[in-house]
């Protein structure tokens, strides 16, 4: 719904800025040059996208998550002592971290739901350690952000993945900052 | 180090196929379902361009985001972010198909290897949709209280994109 309010916050802002600047015939154009730029974009990212995309999946399935999980575990440990007594939650929580650390949203998502489901039993209330796996997923912590360098190779940026360092950066301290606030907030029980 | 990024696709691919062959893995057929599942991405992404791309141009013909970018420009500064990057910060923690459309977009226009194409795209790689990823794990853990998720998580996206920017400058400075 929000995404609906924005939408028509831009709509009634550029209707508005056009009539008082006197060219409101620009607009109908500028909404068909849109559209057309939109299609044009999709095109030319299809083709990095879906290449980079396969490149994940391979390594994947290459075993390269099982490595990495087995990597993570003593990190994981820590951050969820609680929840790593039981088996399967285990299991289910080094899936999502090492599927988002591969980029591959889609598959991170599925096994972060059911880690929280199984966190959460029946009650109602999220438990510290729930808190920390939704916010670990909301810092975006990604190895590879392949979309990102798709995008970037299709609108021909000379060596895309040249940002990763600035996402490690960037992500790390976002994940920093959260888990922070996260024990700093831990008393906050409402 | 400049020929070993020219060759990184191409190396890629190798290694990775190589690796899945090394585990008796199906190489083709994992880059099959992995292209497949680029498309499918790529099949979410498109009606976000579709739809926002007009709008956007739309504000830009009719002035209102030369306005807008002037009366934000403060804030921008205040955060340490091109102003022009401000719309990803509105967007990204709602829609991920939207951010990335609106990143596309700068990208496309000032250029992928610009400061505000660089910023942009380390935003989108270092912060997540967030609300959309906090109403379906809790939705599906049956968690009604989220307590003090939500801030904690905004907090996290808010230094992903200051930290975006701050990176973009010293790793690409102009």
Redesign the interface.
């Known amino acids: 719904m929000?995404?609906s309010w924005?939408?028509v916050g831009?709509?009634l802002?550029?209707?508005?800025?056009?009539l008082l600047?006197g060219?409101p015939e620009?607009?109908s154009?500028?909404?068909?040059?849109?559209?057309q730029?939109?299609?044009q974009?999709?095109l030319s990212?299809?083709g990095p996208?879906?290449?980079?995309?396969?490149?994940?999946?391979?390594?994947q399935?290459?075993?390269?998550s099982e490595s990495l999980a087995r990597l993570l575990a003593p990190a994981l440990r820590r951050l969820f002592p609680e929840a790593w007594r039981d088996r399967r939650t285990a299991g289910y929580l080094s899936a999502n971290v090492t599927a988002n650390l591969l980029g591959l949203g889609?598959a991170a998502?599925p096994m972060?739901?059911q880690a929280?489901?199984r966190?959460?039993g029946?009650?109602?209330?999220?438990s510290d350690e729930?808190?920390r796996?939704?916010?670990l997923?909301?810092?975006?912590i990604?190895l590879l952000?392949t979309?990102?360098?798709?995008?970037?190779?299709g609108?021909?940026?000379?060596?895309?993945?040249?940002?990763l360092?600035?996402?490690w950066?960037?992500?790390g301290?976002?994940?920093?900052?959260?888990l922070a606030?996260?024990r700093l907030?831990?008393r906050?029980?409402? | 180090m400049a020929q070993l990024s020219a060759l990184l696709l191409p190396l890629a691919l190798l290694g990775v196929s190589l690796a899945a062959v090394a585990r008796r893995q199906d190489a083709y057929s994992a880059l099959l379902a992995g292209a497949g599942e680029g498309l499918r991405t790529l099949a979410r992404m498109l009606p976000a361009l579709l739809v926002l791309l007009p709008v956007v141009q739309m504000l830009q013909a009719s002035g209102a985001a030369e306005r807008l970018c002037k009366l934000l420009q403060p804030l921008a500064r205040a955060l340490g972010i091109p102003a022009e990057t401000l719309p990803i910060l509105l967007v990204r923690p709602l829609s991920g198909s939207a951010a990335l459309a609106v990143g596309a977009d700068l990208m496309a226009t000032h250029g992928p290897d610009s400061p505000i194409g660089r910023t942009a795209a380390v935003m989108l790689g270092s912060t997540e949709t967030t609300f959309y990823t906090v109403s379906v794990y809790f939705g599906a853990a049956g968690v009604r209280r989220t307590r003090y998720a939500v801030p904690a998580a905004l907090l996290a996206d808010l230094t992903g994109f200051v930290s975006a920017a701050l990176f973009t400058r010293i790793f690409f400075p102009s």
Request: hydrophobic share 60%; charged share 10%; proline share 3%.
């Open positions: 929000a995404m924005i939408l831009m709509l802002l550029s209707l508005a800025s056009a600047g060219q620009a607009l154009q500028a909404a068909l040059d849109g559209a730029r939109a299609v974009l999709g990212l299809a996208i879906c290449l980079w995309s396969a490149v994940g999946e391979t390594m399935r290459a075993g390269l889609n998502t972060g739901i929280a489901r966190m959460a029946r009650q109602t209330a999220a729930l808190c796996l939704v916010v997923n909301t810092a975006s990604q952000p979309t990102v360098a798709a995008l970037r190779a609108l021909g940026a000379a060596a895309p993945f040249d940002i360092p600035a996402v950066l960037s992500s301290s976002a994940l920093t900052v959260g606030a996260c907030l831990e906050w029980r409402s």
